[in-house]
């Protein structure tokens, strides 16, 4: 659990007897493996319901985030599928401040959503651009107080799939991590070409 958010404001709330370990969740649990692992099971029945006969091959919206994400963790946390009001930040890297989600996200709409889905009939190359900028930009933003990153691949498989692709593969990411995290650090600038070559990976493991 080292690798959680450190946040601030009045909501960063942690489950008391968890040493600070674990967030304040509606099960009572206190042990960081246990509730990795309620989120991990909840998100594979996430994925189940999402890639089923009511697959979304439509344009997405900011509503459809928000409404997976408290599909997903609603019967874990209070705040499933809100916008979050707290700062987060990871090591020494700040997300958006959270009074700019709200505005941050009507622009990830815009110049995202709205752009690149649904993304039928896309070649590898500009699937791959329009993961890569779509994924980067969302997590800059980091709408959710928790869970921010398995929400954008879970929106990065949904676009694969819109494109006649299968389910991604981020093996690759997991082993470099390092590689994954400059890849989002050079977004800042709207440098994409690195994420959009780790997508292309994704694409064709």
Not at 24 to 48: A, F, K, S, V
Not at 197 to 205: G, T, W
Request: one cysteine or more.
């Amino acid at each position: 659990m080292g690798d959680r958010y450190k946040a601030t404001g009045s909501q960063s709330e942690f489950q008391p007897d968890s040493d600070e370990q674990v967030l304040r969740n509606r099960l009572g649990i206190t042990d960081p493996d246990e509730i990795n692992d309620i989120e991990l099971d909840l998100l594979g029945q996430l994925y189940e319901t999402i890639f089923s006969a009511e697959f979304p091959n439509r344009r997405l919206t900011v509503s459809d985030l928000q409404f997976w994400h408290h599909q997903w963790l609603g019967n874990v946390y209070s705040w499933a599928g809100e916008i979050r009001t707290v700062n987060v930040s990871k090591e020494d890297f700040s997300f958006a401040a959270a009074t700019q989600v709200p505005r941050l996200l009507g622009q990830f709409q815009e110049t995202c959503l709205d752009l690149y889905t649904p993304a039928n009939e896309l070649a590898d190359e500009t699937l791959a651009e329009a993961m890569a900028v779509t994924h980067v930009e969302l997590i800059l933003i980091h709408p959710f107080r928790e869970g921010n990153g398995r929400l954008a691949r879970l929106l990065s498989d949904v676009m694969a799939v819109q494109a006649g692709r299968g389910l991604l593969d981020y093996s690759e990411w997991d082993r470099h991590k390092e590689q994954y995290f400059a890849a989002i650090r050079l977004g800042v600038s709207r440098e994409y070409g690195a994420m959009e070559e780790l997508f292309l990976k994704a694409l064709n493991n």
